[in-house]
């Protein structure tokens, strides 16, 4: 299946709310942390992981889903979660810690919860594809409609939870689809000096269930496979296992001086930025004018701007909060 | 005492799975998975019958994947589910935490309330039998001091129901332990003050309520699980010198009934606590804590009886010689009379 007109604009605009987010987030969260850097200052403190460059993997699958779909997501969540449709403002206010953030500040930019759009992500490598396998599980059980899709880095192939949760997935069947963001490095170490075959997508045959994988970073390709695995996984045909070379544009995560780098990796890698490659693609197919390309850039930027203005805007939760919604 | 009351005396294992199949009765969203509970029955008997009943989707056996299924529960459970998860041995959280307090801990917490984990995780702990250091030990306070899950563990068939119906319904993660030398399986020995009266139909034992098994007013024994009996007989055998113990079963570590501890001991002055878990930074360290900072006047310095920081050795005369047991309990409190 290839996309229509509105699917390609669609997952076009993702790509640039979700890019134009990350250099916002990138300018605030060095807010208050020079001269000296110390991740605890200013308005963004902790961890920061930008999703630069991974744009595809998120609009090429979310493309194909719907709110009442399962998404779990990893440390570097921010593409995925705008793809899925999760709530920008709230979640902007809860990467700045804000009592009106997704979860009154409680998570952060590594736990990003929206039930409104069955959207998680956690910080730790490979933890979100058991939950995506149980909430497969829910839905067979229920008889009610819906997939799962669990994102995860090519570094999680190589955790236990992987093995486990694909077997556990393939031998119940579940409809559950394990989508890997191969951006070539686990924090410093290269996929060649971790991982003992190039592709992942060969594991799958260790579980019986089909595996891809998507060369190029491309959305369009991206969403073909996803398209066929997810009405796999939909007509209760079990599992599908999609690994995607993609590219991180930018470090680990902030203040990451990425010295592990090769000399030259880094512009290759923006010579190959997949947004001006789709918007290439609309003129070259879709009569994409420089007009209504500049309307739709626009339109993504207002909508980050207003999201972050929120964020500002919004109050500190009470430190005594903090005692609150332990349990239910 | 009522009379001509039909006494249906059960073990925990069948109490436990009486509940379960209430609950599976009433609600569509309860589920069971774990390792060799659906045909076998549960390892320690605690899901017989339920396969039976219900089949193989909502009593389900899983691969050797703690690790994956455990995960699993909290995705289900966050869908909707109401899932019953065994780790078979406590002993085995060690292939499988980080998605049980890392996740089932914590996600209630990390999405503002806005998410559920409604899992009930049931895991049998306990030695006594020569199992060894990685099938034998009980890690109360490893469970009950992560922030996020509550923590249950019964001394007898009554409240082995009564716990596990109001576990299922809590909209909560609830650890649900289980001691093997209470569970009424004759291969492991049998706790026999543990299989009693238990009403058929449904009903609740509130999480987070102590229970005084017995009163007295010289000395306070707290007890968890084997712990409780454990005071209990060395009550017997303090009553036949005079002194009158009173003994209290905790019945979950969280939420921890603090007050009926403070109470109890305000009223005796003494206080032992009895825990089969490793003595240091533990639960026998917490209840003691307890009574200290409320000032609670104290005629003897607290004791405890708890299982040494060592692994738990194979050998029956070492493990049984750093088991709990009532002599212990009667030296402790022979201690605070020499001391007083």
Same mark, same amino acid.
């Given at each position: 299946?290839?996309?229509?007109?509105?699917?390609?604009?669609?997952?076009?605009?993702?790509?640039?709310?979700?890019?134009?987010?990350?250099?916002?987030?990138?300018?605030?969260?060095?807010?208050?942390?020079?001269?000296?850097? /110390? %991740?605890? /200052?200013?308005?963004?403190?902790?961890? @920061?992981?930008?999703?630069?460059?991974?744009?595809?993997?998120?609009?090429?699958?979310?493309?194909?889903?719907?709110?009442?779909?399962?998404?779990?997501?990893?440390?570097?969540?921010?593409?995925?979660?705008?793809?899925?449709?999760?709530?920008?403002?709230?979640?902007?206010?809860?990467?700045?810690?804000?009592?009106?953030?997704?979860?009154?500040?409680?998570?952060?930019?590594?736990?990003?919860?929206?039930?409104?759009?069955?959207?998680?992500?956690?910080?730790?490598?490979?933890?979100? %594809?058991?939950?995506?396998?149980?909430?497969? &599980?829910?839905?067979?059980?229920?008889?009610?409609?819906?997939?799962?899709?669990?994102?995860?880095?090519?570094?999680?192939?190589?955790?236990?939870?992987?093995?486990?949760?694909?077997?556990?997935?393939?031998?119940?069947?579940?409809?559950?689809?394990?989508?890997?963001?191969? /951006?070539?490095?686990?924090?410093?170490?290269?996929?060649?000096?971790?991982?003992?075959?190039?592709? /992942?997508?060969?594991?799958?045959?260790?579980?019986?269930?089909?595996?891809?994988?998507?060369?190029?970073?491309?959305?369009?390709?991206?969403?073909?496979?996803?398209?066929?695995?997810?009405?796999?996984?939909?007509?209760?045909?079990?599992?599908? &296992?999609?690994?995607?070379?993609?590219?991180?544009?930018?470090?680990?995560?902030?203040?990451?001086?990425?010295?592990?780098?090769?000399?030259?990796?880094?512009?290759?890698?923006?010579?190959?930025?997949?947004?001006?490659? @789709?918007?290439?693609?609309?003129?070259?197919?879709?009569?994409?004018?420089?007009?209504?390309?500049?309307?739709?850039?626009?339109?993504?930027?207002?909508?980050?701007? &207003?999201?972050?203005?929120?964020?500002?805007?919004?109050?500190?939760?009470?430190?005594?909060?903090?005692?609150?919604?332990?349990?239910? | 005492?009522?009379?001509?009351?039909?006494?249906? *005396?059960?073990?925990?294992?069948?109490?436990?799975?009486?509940?379960?199949?209430?609950?599976?009765?009433?609600?569509?969203?309860?589920?069971?998975?774990?390792?060799?509970?659906?045909?076998?029955?549960?390892?320690?008997?605690?899901?017989?019958?339920?396969?039976?009943?219900?089949?193989?989707?909502?009593?389900?056996?899983?691969?050797?994947?703690?690790?994956?299924?455990?995960?699993?529960?909290?995705?289900?459970?966050?869908?909707?589910?109401?899932?019953?998860?065994?780790?078979?041995?406590?002993?085995?959280?060690?292939?499988?935490?980080?998605?049980?307090?890392?996740?089932?801990?914590?996600?209630?917490?990390?999405?503002?309330?806005?998410?559920?984990?409604?899992?009930?995780?049931?895991?049998?702990?306990?030695?006594?039998?020569?199992?060894?250091?990685?099938?034998?030990?009980?890690?109360?306070?490893?469970?009950?001091?992560?922030?996020?899950?509550?923590?249950?563990?019964?001394?007898?068939?009554?409240?082995?129901?009564?716990?596990?119906?109001?576990?299922?319904?809590?909209?909560?993660?609830?650890?649900?332990?289980?001691?093997?030398? +209470?569970?009424?399986?004759?291969? +492991?020995?049998?706790?026999?003050?543990?299989?009693?009266?238990?009403?058929?139909?449904?009903?609740?034992?509130?999480?987070?309520?102590?229970?005084?098994?017995?009163?007295?007013?010289?000395?306070?024994?707290?007890?968890?699980?084997?712990?409780?009996?454990?005071?209990? *007989?060395?009550?017997? *055998?303090?009553?036949?010198?005079?002194?009158?113990?009173?003994?209290?079963?905790?019945?979950? +570590?969280?939420?921890?009934?603090?007050?009926?501890?403070?109470?109890?001991?305000?009223?005796?002055?003494? +206080?032992?606590?009895?825990?089969?878990?490793?003595?240091?930074?533990?639960?026998?360290?917490?209840?003691?804590?307890?009574?200290?900072?409320?000032?609670?006047?104290? *005629?003897?310095?607290?004791?405890?009886?708890?299982?040494?920081?060592?692994?738990?050795?194979?050998?029956?005369?070492?493990?049984?010689?750093?088991?709990?047991?009532?002599?212990?309990?009667?030296?402790?409190?022979?201690?605070?009379?020499?001391?007083?």
């Amino acid at each position: 299946m290839k996309p229509n007109r509105t699917q390609k604009l669609w997952m076009y605009e993702q790509m640039h709310t979700s890019r134009y987010f990350e250099e916002c987030i990138e300018k605030i969260y060095m807010e208050g942390k020079s001269p000296a850097f /110390n %991740m605890a /200052n200013g308005p963004i403190p902790g961890e @920061m992981h930008l999703s630069n460059g991974q744009e595809p993997c998120a609009v090429g699958v979310c493309a194909h889903l719907e709110a009442g779909d399962v998404v779990t997501s990893t440390h570097r969540p921010h593409h995925v979660a705008i793809a899925k449709g999760v709530d920008l403002d709230g979640m902007t206010a809860e990467i700045f810690g804000k009592k009106t953030g997704l979860s009154g500040g409680r998570g952060g930019h590594m736990h990003i919860f929206d039930a409104d759009v069955n959207f998680s992500c956690s910080g730790i490598i490979a933890e979100g %594809m058991g939950p995506a396998v149980g909430a497969a &599980l829910s839905r067979q059980l229920q008889k009610k409609a819906g997939v799962a899709v669990a994102f995860l880095g090519e570094g999680a192939a190589n955790q236990g939870a992987f093995h486990e949760s694909l077997n556990l997935a393939a031998v119940w069947k579940l409809p559950v689809i394990f989508v890997i963001e191969d /951006n070539a490095w686990g924090i410093s170490v290269a996929k060649s000096t971790s991982t003992a075959i190039e592709h /992942n997508d060969a594991r799958a045959a260790a579980y019986g269930i089909p595996g891809h994988y998507i060369p190029g970073n491309d959305p369009l390709a991206i969403f073909e496979v996803a398209g066929e695995a997810i009405d796999r996984a939909r007509r209760g045909e079990g599992p599908s &296992l999609i690994e995607i070379e993609t590219y991180r544009l930018a470090g680990h995560f902030m203040g990451d001086a990425e010295g592990y780098r090769p000399d030259g990796e880094k512009e290759a890698l923006f010579a190959r930025d997949p947004i001006p490659k @789709m918007r290439q693609h609309l003129i070259d197919t879709e009569s994409w004018t420089e007009e209504q390309d500049q309307e739709l850039v626009q339109r993504s930027h207002e909508r980050v701007d &207003l999201a972050i203005q929120f964020a500002r805007d919004s109050e500190y939760p009470a430190p005594e909060e903090a005692m609150e919604k332990v349990f239910a | 005492m009522t009379v001509a009351t039909k006494e249906r *005396k059960l073990t925990i294992a069948r109490a436990m799975a009486e509940a379960i199949a209430q609950e599976m009765r009433v609600d569509e969203r309860v589920f069971v998975m774990g390792e060799d509970i659906g045909p076998l029955g549960g390892v320690f008997g605690n899901t017989r019958g339920l396969h039976d009943e219900f089949g193989s989707e909502r009593v389900r056996d899983t691969p050797i994947s703690e690790t994956a299924f455990m995960g699993a529960a909290v995705g289900a459970a966050s869908d909707g589910m109401r899932p019953i998860v065994e780790l078979m041995f406590v002993d085995f959280f060690g292939v499988c935490f980080d998605a049980i307090y890392n996740l089932m801990a914590k996600n209630t917490y990390f999405s503002g309330g806005k998410v559920q984990v409604p899992v009930v995780l049931m895991t049998s702990t306990g030695g006594g039998y020569s199992d060894a250091g990685q099938h034998s030990q009980c890690l109360h306070a490893t469970f009950a001091h992560l922030p996020g899950m509550k923590v249950v563990a019964p001394s007898n068939a009554y409240d082995a129901k009564g716990l596990m119906t109001a576990a299922i319904r809590d909209n909560n993660p609830v650890i649900f332990m289980f001691h093997k030398a +209470l569970q009424g399986m004759g291969w +492991l020995g049998t706790e026999k003050d543990a299989i009693v009266h238990v009403p058929e139909a449904s009903y609740t034992v509130p999480i987070g309520k102590a229970a005084v098994v017995q009163e007295g007013t010289d000395v306070t024994i707290v007890g968890i699980t084997s712990g409780v009996h454990h005071g209990i *007989k060395a009550a017997r *055998k303090l009553a036949e010198r005079g002194v009158s113990a009173e003994v209290i079963d905790l019945r979950s +570590l969280v939420p921890l009934d603090r007050d009926t501890v403070i109470e109890s001991v305000r009223k005796t002055g003494r +206080l032992i606590v009895v825990d089969e878990d490793y003595q240091s930074y533990g639960v026998s360290g917490e209840i003691i804590c307890t009574v200290a900072e409320q000032g609670v006047a104290l *005629k003897a310095a607290p004791q405890r009886v708890a299982y040494p920081d060592i692994p738990i050795p194979f050998s029956r005369p070492m493990e049984q010689w750093a088991l709990p047991n009532a002599d212990k309990i009667i030296a402790a409190y022979e201690l605070m009379e020499n001391n007083a």
